[in-house]
């Protein structure tokens, strides 16, 4: 632990902190070359892919394995032990897509992290645009989640809500790349004074800014900014148990006919009962089914005997 002399003394008291949240799946090794607020990783987090010289056996072993320390562990972004997910969500620029936000919510339920959806560029929204993403924040706080949409972008009533939220917890900051992460980061805590960039318009997404997993204090919390990511595939579930990380579909099964409904053809179906109703979501019933064929369709990834 020679390389700590040269850290603050604040950094120094909180490295039993940086050392559960950081995903390291590779141990203290891993930290050498760490500086405070950002690590060395054994991951490219711009493009997902693993570093040169890192096997494969032992990347799925980091992946996959958690030791007794670990309380929860997501693969992207790549970290560990946290209280709460702040999803930082583009409402245009790039454009809203609610499947992504579907597939960040389900990888949280499924590591049992608690998410808070905070709608980001409200600023750029007309009347009729904005009234649609109010009808959507009310949707999504019946499931239940916890849903911040500002009236404006980054008004101080939603970042006072936000910091009370996370204060005291260990808490990560997710979201498409060009989402706003850095901003909002920014906004939170000015002096952080965090790189943020444009978003192409021939593309419709935003450019890496943030290319590391970087430990942040702001106000009583500690919080991790993290790179973003333009896809998100990395469900690793059966399909048959995807229901159970939609909450409002699993409040709605114990009244299905077949205690092994998967919602998708079976008849007395409950779920599909309550999307006819308006009860459940359309758009969450339809990026499930989207979910349930890829997981279902996908091709099992056989690998080599020590490989």
Not at 73 to 82: K, Q, S
Not at 186 to 213: F, M, Q, Y
Not at 224 to 235: E, K
Not at 264 to 272: G, I
Request: aromatic share 10%.
């Amino acid at each position: 632990m020679i390389f700590l002399s040269r850290w603050s003394v604040e950094t120094r008291k909180n490295f039993s902190v940086i050392k559960r949240l950081l995903w390291c799946p590779f141990g203290r090794k891993d930290l050498s070359n760490a500086g405070p607020g950002q690590f060395s990783q054994t991951q490219d987090y711009a493009t997902g892919r693993r570093r040169r010289g890192v096997s494969s056996r032992r990347w799925q072993q980091g992946i996959h394995s958690q030791n007794a320390s670990q309380k929860n562990a997501l693969v992207r972004p790549p970290i560990a032990n946290i209280d709460q997910a702040i999803v930082a969500t583009a409402t245009t620029q790039p454009e809203f897509s609610s499947n992504l936000l579907d597939r960040q919510l389900i990888a949280l339920e499924i590591g049992k992290i608690k998410p808070i959806i905070y709608f980001t560029k409200t600023d750029l929204l007309d009347d009729k645009q904005l009234d649609y993403f109010k009808a959507l924040a009310a949707d999504y706080a019946k499931i239940p989640y916890q849903v911040i949409l500002p009236d404006q972008a980054f008004d101080e009533n939603s970042l006072d809500h936000l910091r009370q939220l996370f204060s005291g917890k260990e808490n990560v900051i997710m979201g498409q790349t060009g989402a706003g992460k850095s901003t909002l980061l920014n906004h939170l805590a000015p002096d952080l004074n965090l790189a943020t960039g444009e978003i192409s318009t021939a593309l419709n997404r935003g450019k890496h800014t943030t290319r590391k997993v970087a430990l942040l204090r702001v106000n009583d919390g500690f919080i991790a900014d993290t790179p973003g990511f333009s896809s998100y595939d990395t469900l690793e579930i059966d399909y048959r148990e995807l229901a159970n990380y939609f909450p409002e579909f699993k409040r709605a099964s114990v009244k299905c006919r077949f205690r092994g409904c998967v919602h998708v053809n079976e008849p007395d179906c409950e779920v599909k009962r309550q999307v006819a109703a308006g009860d459940i979501m359309s758009s969450r019933y339809e990026n499930y089914l989207q979910l349930y064929t890829d997981i279902k369709n996908r091709k099992p990834n056989y690998k080599k005997w020590g490989s």
